[in-house]
């Protein structure tokens, strides 16, 4: 196939042409910045007011719990660390799970070294956050439990609901990491208990390097960028108005297509599921067969190296990618296949691919018989594969 065939929506999207138009004319005409006084300027701080409340609406939140940052990177960050600083006189204690983004583990870790102690809650088979464990992990000194809503690898979407009447039995906070699943799920604070929310635009169609985080009103929160007086003195910096348009935008089209978007995505997703797993033998499927993420699919393909899989994909003009932590330059395999139970020789033979609503049944179809025939390939190549066939 000539055309290039992304499937890899949840690394990025495309930015939505709708909202490329919306953005465009708050970079040449109406640049004026927030903070100013004159009429020019007002209109600026008004759309970024206008953005603040269709995203709150979105999530079922006030617009004065809305605070926009530079991703969700940010958000994760900001709601981790200035939360458990401003608590600090109850204790310094956080629960998590392990499959979380590095967004996340590495501010833990981080934390750790700075004092703070950090239980990681293991998942099931399938990804789920362990309940039972997660209740047994609180103490007296438990300040906050972050779980992300969905993962960003096997789409597992967690009991969130569950998780934030335990926090609130508990009286401490729940910040969700919902970076994957904003735009994609229905979400409502109120109903699900979350205190705090992470979210990023790029992942629905917005652009790059905005996010928001959402803080409960009430909640003590430290800022973690100093400065001018911006988002009610929480986040300093000259806010980003163009983008904070680019974002609205993408929020109303995610929410007015969700129904028929994700329906027609779960279709997709599983007509590849099936093939997959009909078609190429020593395959499995990782993550909740249907408590997933509409768009997600994640495989493991026994005897093969995912890299070397995604090179050669990639050869053919398809873009996916694989568990490991290729990003890092390492080729680790991932925490969270490790942790669903994975052994590593079948974590290093991942597949994740994650479609959008541009997606075709006939670019599923032409992946399939890709995906099929190379593993097929790697596999004639492998020693191990060589030696299970004349053992078996
Ligand atoms: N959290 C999750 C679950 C993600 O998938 C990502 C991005 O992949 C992030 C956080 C980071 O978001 P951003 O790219 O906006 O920094």
């Known amino acids: ?107 833990c870790e981080y934390l750790q070294k700075k004092g703070y102690e950090v239980t990681y809650v293991d998942v099931d088979e399938y990804g789920i956050v362990k309940l039972d464990q997660l209740k047994k992990a609180i103490r007296p000194t438990t300040v906050l439990i972050s779980i992300m809503f969905a993962n960003n690898e096997i789409g597992t979407i967690q009991p969130i609901k569950e998780i934030g009447a335990i926090a609130k039995a ?20 109120d109903e699900l208990g979350i205190d705090m929310l992470s979210a990023s635009a790029h992942k629905l169609g917005g652009p790059k390097g905005i996010g928001f985080l959402y803080i409960r009103k009430g909640i003590r929160i430290r800022s973690l960028i100093h400065g001018g007086a911006q988002e009610r003195g929480r986040r300093a910096g000259t806010e980003n108005v163009p983008f904070a348009v680019g974002f609205k935008k993408a929020v109303e089209i995610a929410l007015a297509t969700m129904k028929d978007r994700t329906n027609r995505e779960k279709e997709l997703r599983d007509y590849l599921i099936k093939r997959v797993l009909a078609e190429i033998p020593y395959t499995r499927l990782n993550g909740h067969r249907t408590n997933r993420l509409p768009n997600n699919a994640n495989f493991s393909f026994q005897f093969i190296e995912g890299e070397s899989l995604l090179i050669m994909l990639d050869m053919n003009n398809i873009c996916a990618s694989s568990g490991s932590a290729c990003t890092s330059g390492s080729l680790d395999p991932s925490h969270v296949l490790l942790s669903i139970g994975l052994p590593h020789e079948i974590a290093h033979g991942s597949l994740r691919i994650s479609l959008s609503h541009e997606n075709t049944l006939e670019e599923i179809d032409y992946t399939v018989d890709k995906v099929k025939e190379i593993v097929e390939k790697l596999r004639n190549m492998s020693p191990l594969y060589d030696d299970f066939v004349r053992k078996r």
């Open 170 to 189: 508990h009286n401490i906070l729940f910040h969700t990491d919902a970076v994957q699943a904003f735009g994609q799920v229905d979400i409502n604070v």
């Open 1 to 107: 196939m000539e055309k290039k065939i992304y499937l890899d929506n949840a690394a990025t999207t495309r930015t939505r042409p709708e909202v490329v138009e919306a953005m465009l004319p708050y970079f040449s005409e109406l640049y004026g910045n927030p903070s100013s006084v004159y009429e020019f300027a007002a209109q600026n701080k008004k759309a970024l007011d206008e953005g603040r409340t269709t995203i709150a609406n979105a999530i079922g939140a006030e617009s004065a719990e809305i605070y926009f940052t530079a991703s969700g990177t940010e958000a994760d960050n900001w709601a981790l660390k200035a939360t458990v600083e401003a608590y600090e006189a109850k204790g310094k204690h956080i629960i998590t799970s392990k499959i979380e983004h590095h967004a996340i583990l590495h501010t």
